[in-house]
């Protein structure tokens, strides 16, 4: 199975400030790279689908590039809300895989 | 605005079968992938599996041989059974939809499982 890696696990910002978030994975996943956003007790969001396409209603602060095995969410001048854990989820192969997640954190 | 909500035991014994239902409201489970998905504490998410249009099934190799998804559309549930269970199903376990290109564009708000005698 595709194995996702994220990093950094932690990422300590201050509002305003960028967010850049990686997802590597353990072979080529052809762009279908999904980011969601996870806030606890409530459901994960779909952020970013196949790299760089935002979902219905997402911020254009959020963005999402790469190819291949190396991927990044970017979050620009990050808003009070933004605070969350992020992970990324591969369709390019089955199983479906998913990262370990990244916790963005005031 | 489709809204899903997982039901069940929040403890069971090692070794029984861990049930539970995932109710969908705000839309028809006709025609959607309906699947399970968990996180154990600590650590990443793991896809179980999911059920599609009444039947049709595919599961995670690593759970496949403990693993049953169901659908019920009389009554807009689906559900998941996972047989001898250990510690290690200890997870906060969600449902979620996806269309055929695996978005998984809703989400239940998980709910915690705890494997203990």
């Known amino acids: 199975e595709i194995v996702l890696t994220q990093s950094p696990a932690t990422l300590s910002l201050s509002p305003g400030e960028k967010a850049t978030l990686s997802c590597r994975a353990s072979?080529?996943?052809?762009?279908?790279l999904l980011w969601y956003q996870h806030k606890p007790g409530q459901a994960p969001r779909l952020l970013i689908y196949?790299?760089?396409t935002r979902a219905t209603g997402i911020p254009a602060r959020f963005s999402g590039s790469g190819s291949g095995t190396d991927f990044t969410l970017t979050i620009s001048n990050l808003e009070p809300e933004d605070f969350a854990v992020y992970f990324c989820?591969?369709?390019?192969?089955?199983?479906?895989?998913f990262g370990g997640g990244t916790n963005v954190e005031i | 605005q489709v809204q899903l909500q997982e039901s069940g035991p929040g403890l069971v014994k090692p070794a029984e079968t861990l049930s539970l239902t995932c109710t969908v409201s705000g839309g028809s489970i006709s025609n959607y992938y309906w699947s399970w998905i968990r996180q154990p504490p600590g650590k990443g998410l793991e896809w179980i599996g999911y059920v599609y249009n009444n039947g049709n099934t595919n599961y995670n190799p690593s759970l496949k041989s403990r693993v049953t998804i169901s659908e019920d559309t009389s009554k807009n549930q689906f559900s998941l059974k996972l047989s001898s269970v250990t510690a290690a199903d200890t997870a906060v376990y969600y449902c979620a939809r996806s269309g055929g290109t695996w978005h998984f564009n809703y989400w239940g708000q998980g709910t915690l499982v705890t494997v203990s005698s």
């Open positions: 989820q591969q369709r390019s192969a089955w199983p479906l895989t």
């Open positions: 196949d790299t760089s």
């Open positions: 072979q080529s996943v052809r762009g279908y």
